[in-house]
C-alpha cells in the first residue's frame, strides 16, 4: 500500500498533452566573484566536472539555473486533470541531501503565463559546505492555493494546501562518484607500465595533506589497448575495459591504506581529528560507503574486499 494515492496524479500522457518541457539543468559555480560553468555526465544520475580542476562541491557550493514551460496549463486542471479549477497550481523543486539528512525546496525566480503558456525559471545557489555526498532534485506540481469552490464532477481531486500532485523530473547529482574524488591522470607513453600511483611527501593525512593530485594521482597509460578509460559514450555512464578499472582502483586504495601509520588508519577507522577534504577524511568517507565490511586481517583480505566493494560502487555509478 506504500506510494498508493487516492487521488488524481500527473502521468505521462497529462504531461505530454498540456506540453510540459523542461529545460536541461545549467549547473555553475562562483570562484573568485566570477562564474564558471561545470560539465554534465549521465542523465537520471549526473556527474559533475570542473575543465578548470578549481570546483569542489565542499568548497565552491554550487549554483544550478533550470526553466519549465507548459503549453496547455489549463489542461492539467478540472475532472480531467490533476487540481480543481479554482486551485492555484503550483511548481516547486524539492531537493534532498540523503547523507547530511537535509531537504528543502526552492521556488520559481519568475512564474509567468503568456500567449505561449506557462513559464518557471528557477535560480538556486548552494552555499559551500551545504551539501554533501550526493542530492536528488525532483520538480513537482504541488497545491499552491486549494480552490474555494470545488465544481460537482470534481470529487475525485485532492484540494488541500502543499499536497504533491505529480513529479516532473527526477534526477540524481552524484558528487561521491569515485572518479569524481579519485585524482587520475591519463599518461600516453611505450616506455610507461599501463597504470602506476605517485605519492607527495605527506606531512599529515588528517589534517594537512589533502585527497587531490598534490598529494597522490592514479596515471593510466591510454597507449595500451587494455588501459581503463571512464566513459565510452556520450552519456558518460559506462567504463572501457571495467575489470582492469575495478582491479586498478581496487589496489590503488590497498597502497593508500598501506602507507598510512597505524595511528592514522585508527584516526581514519573512527573519524578522530579528521579535516574536511584530507587524504583520511575521504578514506573514511569511502570505508562508510561500502556495501560490505572491508576486512582488515591481512593485505590479501582487504584486498579481496576493496575489489568487491569498488566493484558494486561502480556498477551503481553506470546505472
Same mark, same amino acid.
Given at each position: 500500500?506504500?506510494?498508493?494515492?487516492?487521488?488524481?496524479?500527473?502521468?505521462?500522457?497529462?504531461?505530454?498533452?498540456?506540453?510540459?518541457?523542461?529545460?536541461?539543468?545549467?549547473?555553475?559555480?562562483?570562484?573568485?566573484?566570477?562564474?564558471?560553468?561545470?560539465?554534465?555526465?549521465?542523465?537520471?544520475?549526473?556527474?559533475?566536472?570542473?575543465?578548470?580542476?578549481?570546483?569542489?562541491?565542499?568548497?565552491?557550493?554550487?549554483?544550478?539555473?533550470?526553466?519549465?514551460?507548459?503549453a496547455?496549463?489549463?489542461?492539467?486542471?478540472?475532472?480531467t486533470?490533476?487540481?480543481?479549477?479554482?486551485?492555484d497550481?503550483?511548481?516547486?523543486?524539492?531537493?534532498?541531501?540523503?547523507?547530511?539528512?537535509?531537504?528543502?525546496?526552492?521556488?520559481?525566480?519568475?512564474?509567468?503565463?503568456?500567449?505561449?503558456?506557462?513559464?518557471?525559471?528557477?535560480?538556486?545557489?548552494?552555499k559551500?559546505?551545504?551539501?554533501?555526498?550526493? +542530492?536528488?532534485?525532483?520538480?513537482?506540481?504541488?497545491?499552491?492555493?486549494? #480552490?474555494?469552490?470545488?465544481?460537482?464532477?470534481? #470529487?475525485?481531486?485532492?484540494?488541500?494546501d502543499?499536497?504533491?500532485?505529480?513529479?516532473?523530473?527526477?534526477?540524481?547529482?552524484?558528487?561521491?562518484?569515485?572518479?569524481?574524488?579519485?585524482?587520475?591522470?591519463?599518461?600516453?607513453?611505450?616506455?610507461?607500465?599501463?597504470?602506476?600511483?605517485?605519492?607527495?611527501?605527506?606531512?599529515?593525512?588528517?589534517?594537512?595533506? +589533502?585527497?587531490?593530485?598534490?598529494?597522490?594521482?592514479?596515471?593510466?597509460?591510454?597507449?595500451?589497448?587494455?588501459?581503463?578509460?571512464?566513459?565510452?559514450?556520450?552519456?558518460?555512464?559506462?567504463?572501457?575495459?571495467?575489470? +582492469?578499472?575495478?582491479?586498478i582502483?581496487?589496489?590503488?586504495?590497498?597502497?593508500?591504506?598501506q602507507?598510512?601509520?597505524?595511528?592514522?588508519?585508527?584516526?581514519?577507522?573512527?573519524?578522530?581529528?579528521?579535516?574536511?577534504?584530507?587524504?583520511?577524511?575521504?578514506?573514511?568517507?569511502?570505508?562508510?560507503?561500502?556495501?560490505?565490511e572491508?576486512?582488515?586481517?591481512?593485505?590479501?583480505?582487504?584486498?579481496?574486499?576493496?575489489?568487491?566493494?569498488?566493484? +558494486?560502487?561502480?556498477?551503481?555509478?553506470?546505472?
Amino acid at each position: 500500500m506504500e506510494g498508493m494515492l487516492f487521488y488524481p496524479t500527473l502521468t505521462p500522457e497529462m504531461s505530454e498533452a498540456s506540453g510540459i518541457n523542461v529545460d536541461k539543468y545549467r549547473f555553475t559555480y562562483s570562484y573568485q566573484d566570477k562564474i564558471f560553468g561545470l560539465q554534465q555526465k549521465g542523465t537520471a544520475t549526473i556527474k559533475l566536472s570542473d575543465p578548470l580542476d578549481i570546483w569542489k562541491i565542499e568548497t565552491e557550493g554550487l549554483i544550478f539555473e533550470k526553466t519549465v514551460r507548459v503549453a496547455y496549463p489549463n489542461l492539467l486542471k478540472g475532472k480531467t486533470g490533476i487540481a480543481c479549477r479554482d486551485a492555484d497550481l503550483g511548481i516547486c523543486i524539492i531537493w534532498v541531501n540523503k547523507k547530511l539528512t537535509q531537504t528543502g525546496y526552492i521556488l520559481p525566480t519568475s512564474d509567468v503565463i503568456t500567449s505561449q503558456g506557462r513559464v518557471c525559471k528557477f535560480y538556486h545557489t548552494f552555499k559551500p559546505g551545504y551539501i554533501s555526498g550526493d +542530492m536528488e532534485l525532483s520538480i513537482i506540481f504541488y497545491i499552491k492555493k486549494k #480552490a474555494g469552490i470545488v465544481q460537482e464532477d470534481e #470529487a475525485d481531486l485532492i484540494n488541500e494546501d502543499g499536497v504533491s500532485v505529480g513529479e516532473i523530473e527526477h534526477i540524481v547529482l552524484d558528487f561521491n562518484s569515485l572518479y569524481m574524488e579519485f585524482p587520475i591522470e591519463e599518461y600516453k607513453s611505450e616506455n610507461e607500465p599501463l597504470w602506476w600511483v605517485e605519492f607527495s611527501q605527506w606531512e599529515d593525512p588528517k589534517t594537512v595533506d +589533502m585527497f587531490s593530485k598534490d598529494s597522490l594521482c592514479l596515471y593510466l597509460n591510454p597507449y595500451y589497448d587494455g588501459c581503463p578509460a571512464p566513459s565510452t559514450n556520450e552519456n558518460g555512464d559506462s567504463i572501457k575495459n571495467f575489470d +582492469m578499472m575495478v582491479d586498478i582502483l581496487a589496489q590503488t586504495y590497498l597502497l593508500i591504506f598501506q602507507r598510512l601509520s597505524d595511528e592514522d588508519l585508527k584516526a581514519t577507522k573512527q573519524n578522530i581529528g579528521l579535516a574536511n577534504n584530507s587524504i583520511c577524511s575521504i578514506l573514511h568517507q569511502f570505508i562508510e560507503d561500502c556495501y560490505e565490511e572491508l576486512h582488515w586481517e591481512s593485505s590479501e583480505k582487504l584486498l579481496k574486499s576493496l575489489q568487491k566493494n569498488i566493484r +558494486m560502487k561502480l556498477r551503481e555509478e553506470r546505472e
